[in-house]
Protein backbone atom coordinates (compact mmCIF):
# COMPACT_ATOMS: atom_id res chain seq x y z
CA UNK A 1 0.00 0.00 0.00
CA UNK A 2 2.60 2.49 0.67
CA UNK A 3 4.64 1.55 -2.58
CA UNK A 4 0.92 2.41 -4.69
CA UNK A 5 0.83 5.61 -2.46
CA UNK A 6 4.29 6.68 -3.38
CA UNK A 7 3.70 6.06 -7.17
CA UNK A 8 0.32 8.09 -7.32
CA UNK A 9 1.69 11.02 -5.47
CA UNK A 10 0.98 13.99 -6.89
CA UNK A 11 -1.85 12.03 -9.35
CA UNK A 12 0.70 11.74 -11.77
CA UNK A 13 2.00 8.37 -13.03
CA UNK A 14 4.42 7.48 -16.09
CA UNK A 15 2.48 5.08 -18.45
CA UNK A 16 5.23 2.59 -19.11
CA UNK A 17 5.05 1.78 -15.06
CA UNK A 18 4.02 -1.55 -15.07
CA UNK A 19 3.18 -3.66 -12.33
CA UNK A 20 6.08 -5.43 -10.52
CA UNK A 21 6.54 -8.66 -12.04
CA UNK A 22 4.84 -8.12 -15.68
CA UNK A 23 6.31 -7.62 -18.97
CA UNK A 24 7.85 -4.59 -19.21
CA UNK A 25 6.45 -4.51 -22.77
CA UNK A 26 2.78 -5.51 -21.93
CA UNK A 27 -0.05 -3.52 -21.07
CA UNK A 28 -2.28 -5.17 -18.35
CA UNK A 29 -5.87 -4.34 -18.18
CA UNK A 30 -5.29 -3.08 -14.68
CA UNK A 31 -1.98 -0.97 -15.90
CA UNK A 32 -4.66 0.46 -18.04
CA UNK A 33 -7.23 1.22 -15.54
CA UNK A 34 -4.65 2.98 -12.98
CA UNK A 35 -2.32 4.54 -15.86
CA UNK A 36 -4.11 5.19 -18.86
CA UNK A 37 -3.48 4.15 -22.54
CA UNK A 38 0.70 4.77 -23.18
CA UNK A 39 1.89 8.13 -24.41
CA UNK A 40 3.03 6.68 -27.56
CA UNK A 41 -0.32 5.43 -28.31
CA UNK A 42 -1.71 9.15 -27.70
CA UNK A 43 0.73 10.39 -30.20
CA UNK A 44 0.06 8.02 -32.88
CA UNK A 45 -4.02 9.63 -32.54
CA UNK A 46 -2.06 13.32 -33.97
CA UNK A 47 -0.34 11.73 -36.64
CA UNK A 48 -1.23 11.84 -40.58
CA UNK A 49 -2.08 8.38 -41.50
CA UNK A 50 -1.39 8.03 -45.44
CA UNK A 51 -4.80 6.79 -45.88
CA UNK A 52 -6.15 10.18 -44.40
CA UNK A 53 -3.87 12.50 -46.59
CA UNK A 54 -4.78 10.29 -49.67
CA UNK A 55 -8.35 11.44 -48.79
CA UNK A 56 -7.71 15.14 -48.16
CA UNK A 57 -5.92 14.92 -51.94
CA UNK A 58 -8.38 13.44 -53.53
CA UNK A 59 -11.25 15.69 -51.91
CA UNK A 60 -8.52 18.58 -53.10
CA UNK A 61 -8.68 17.60 -56.64
CA UNK A 62 -11.95 19.61 -57.55
CA UNK A 63 -10.56 23.11 -56.41
CA UNK A 64 -6.86 22.29 -58.22
CA UNK A 65 -8.60 21.11 -61.31
CA UNK A 66 -10.95 24.87 -61.19
CA UNK A 67 -7.11 26.46 -60.28
CA UNK A 68 -5.80 25.28 -63.77
CA UNK A 69 -9.19 26.82 -65.21
CA UNK A 70 -8.60 29.69 -63.57
CA UNK A 71 -4.78 29.80 -65.02
CA UNK A 72 -6.19 29.38 -68.38
CA UNK A 73 -8.50 32.37 -68.46
CA UNK A 74 -6.05 34.47 -66.52
CA UNK A 75 -3.68 33.69 -69.60
CA UNK A 76 -6.48 34.39 -72.09
CA UNK A 77 -7.10 37.84 -70.56
CA UNK A 78 -3.01 38.63 -70.14
CA UNK A 79 -3.06 38.57 -73.66
CA UNK A 80 -5.85 40.08 -74.61
CA UNK A 81 -4.53 43.11 -72.69
CA UNK A 82 -1.60 42.90 -73.89
CA UNK A 83 -2.35 43.20 -77.97
CA UNK A 84 -4.94 46.37 -76.75
CA UNK A 85 -1.92 48.16 -75.08
CA UNK A 86 0.43 47.23 -78.32
CA UNK A 87 -2.56 48.46 -80.15
CA UNK A 88 -2.57 51.62 -77.91
CA UNK A 89 1.34 52.13 -78.29
CA UNK A 90 1.23 52.31 -82.23
CA UNK A 91 -1.88 54.47 -82.41
CA UNK A 92 0.21 56.83 -79.83
CA UNK A 93 2.95 57.04 -82.68
CA UNK A 94 0.56 57.92 -85.37
CA UNK A 95 -1.34 60.13 -83.09
CA UNK A 96 1.02 63.51 -83.42
CA UNK A 97 1.19 63.46 -86.95
CA UNK A 98 -2.47 62.72 -88.17
CA UNK A 99 -5.12 65.17 -89.25
CA UNK A 100 -8.71 66.06 -89.73
CA UNK A 101 -11.15 62.92 -89.76
CA UNK A 102 -7.83 60.70 -89.30
CA UNK A 103 -6.94 62.69 -85.99
CA UNK A 104 -10.73 62.46 -84.89
CA UNK A 105 -10.57 58.48 -85.76
CA UNK A 106 -7.27 57.82 -83.82
CA UNK A 107 -8.41 59.86 -80.89
CA UNK A 108 -11.66 58.05 -80.65
CA UNK A 109 -9.90 54.79 -80.59
CA UNK A 110 -7.48 56.11 -77.88
CA UNK A 111 -10.53 56.68 -75.62
CA UNK A 112 -12.05 53.51 -76.21
CA UNK A 113 -8.59 51.54 -75.94
CA UNK A 114 -8.22 53.50 -72.78
CA UNK A 115 -11.86 51.98 -71.72
CA UNK A 116 -10.46 48.83 -72.19
CA UNK A 117 -7.13 49.12 -70.41
CA UNK A 118 -9.59 49.84 -67.10
CA UNK A 119 -12.09 47.15 -67.74
CA UNK A 120 -10.18 44.12 -68.51
CA UNK A 121 -7.73 45.17 -65.85
CA UNK A 122 -10.67 44.91 -62.99
CA UNK A 123 -11.44 41.36 -65.08
CA UNK A 124 -7.63 40.31 -64.05
CA UNK A 125 -7.86 41.33 -60.41
CA UNK A 126 -11.30 39.70 -60.03
CA UNK A 127 -9.72 36.65 -61.03
CA UNK A 128 -6.73 36.69 -59.63
CA UNK A 129 -8.78 37.19 -56.19
CA UNK A 130 -10.50 34.34 -57.07
CA UNK A 131 -7.53 31.84 -57.91
CA UNK A 132 -6.13 33.05 -54.51
CA UNK A 133 -9.71 32.11 -52.55
CA UNK A 134 -9.60 28.93 -54.23
CA UNK A 135 -5.66 27.85 -53.22
CA UNK A 136 -7.16 29.09 -49.20
CA UNK A 137 -10.01 26.26 -49.99
CA UNK A 138 -7.07 23.38 -50.82
CA UNK A 139 -4.89 24.69 -47.92
CA UNK A 140 -7.90 24.84 -45.08
CA UNK A 141 -8.86 21.43 -46.47
CA UNK A 142 -5.18 19.86 -45.43
CA UNK A 143 -5.20 21.67 -42.45
CA UNK A 144 -8.40 21.01 -40.73
CA UNK A 145 -7.65 17.11 -41.72
CA UNK A 146 -4.40 16.97 -40.68
CA UNK A 147 -5.21 19.23 -37.07
CA UNK A 148 -8.76 17.95 -36.57
CA UNK A 149 -10.48 21.24 -37.05
CA UNK A 150 -14.12 21.89 -37.65
CA UNK A 151 -13.22 24.14 -40.76
CA UNK A 152 -16.22 23.07 -42.68
CA UNK A 153 -17.97 26.67 -42.84
CA UNK A 154 -14.74 28.41 -43.79
CA UNK A 155 -14.11 26.12 -46.39
CA UNK A 156 -17.66 26.45 -48.05
CA UNK A 157 -17.63 30.19 -48.08
CA UNK A 158 -14.63 30.40 -49.14
CA UNK A 159 -15.17 28.32 -52.17
CA UNK A 160 -18.68 29.98 -52.70
CA UNK A 161 -16.25 33.27 -52.28
CA UNK A 162 -13.75 32.23 -55.29
CA UNK A 163 -17.22 31.35 -57.57
CA UNK A 164 -18.39 34.71 -57.06
CA UNK A 165 -15.39 36.46 -57.59
CA UNK A 166 -14.55 34.23 -61.06
CA UNK A 167 -18.12 35.30 -62.17
CA UNK A 168 -17.31 38.46 -61.17
CA UNK A 169 -14.24 38.59 -63.57
CA UNK A 170 -16.05 36.97 -66.69
CA UNK A 171 -18.52 39.75 -66.38
CA UNK A 172 -16.13 42.32 -66.81
CA UNK A 173 -14.49 40.44 -69.66
CA UNK A 174 -17.68 39.99 -71.19
CA UNK A 175 -18.00 43.82 -71.36
CA UNK A 176 -14.58 43.88 -72.68
CA UNK A 177 -15.58 41.80 -75.50
CA UNK A 178 -18.27 43.78 -76.22
CA UNK A 179 -16.45 47.47 -76.45
CA UNK A 180 -13.74 45.78 -78.50
CA UNK A 181 -16.45 45.28 -81.54
CA UNK A 182 -16.67 49.26 -81.81
CA UNK A 183 -12.88 49.18 -82.51
CA UNK A 184 -12.97 46.51 -84.82
CA UNK A 185 -15.41 47.71 -87.09
CA UNK A 186 -14.53 48.28 -90.49
CA UNK A 187 -15.14 52.15 -91.87
CA UNK A 188 -18.42 52.83 -93.76
CA UNK A 189 -16.01 54.64 -96.52
CA UNK A 190 -13.73 51.53 -96.60
CA UNK A 191 -16.20 49.13 -97.76
CA UNK A 192 -17.34 51.06 -101.15
CA UNK A 193 -20.96 49.82 -101.02
CA UNK A 194 -22.46 52.32 -103.18
CA UNK A 195 -20.09 50.97 -106.01
CA UNK A 196 -21.78 47.67 -105.38
Known amino acids: MAGEAGDNMGGIMPHNRLRLGSDPGVCTPRDLARFGPPLHSKRVEFEPVLSTVAKTIQT ?71 AVANCTVVAMLFIAELLDLGLGKAVAIAFVLSMV ?32
Open 60 to 130: AIAPVFLLAGIGAILNVMVGRLARIVDRARDLEKLHPSSIGPEHARHVFELRLLDRRIRVINNAVFLVVLS
Open 165 to 196: LLIGGLVWFLFEVRMSVHAIRVRAELLERERT
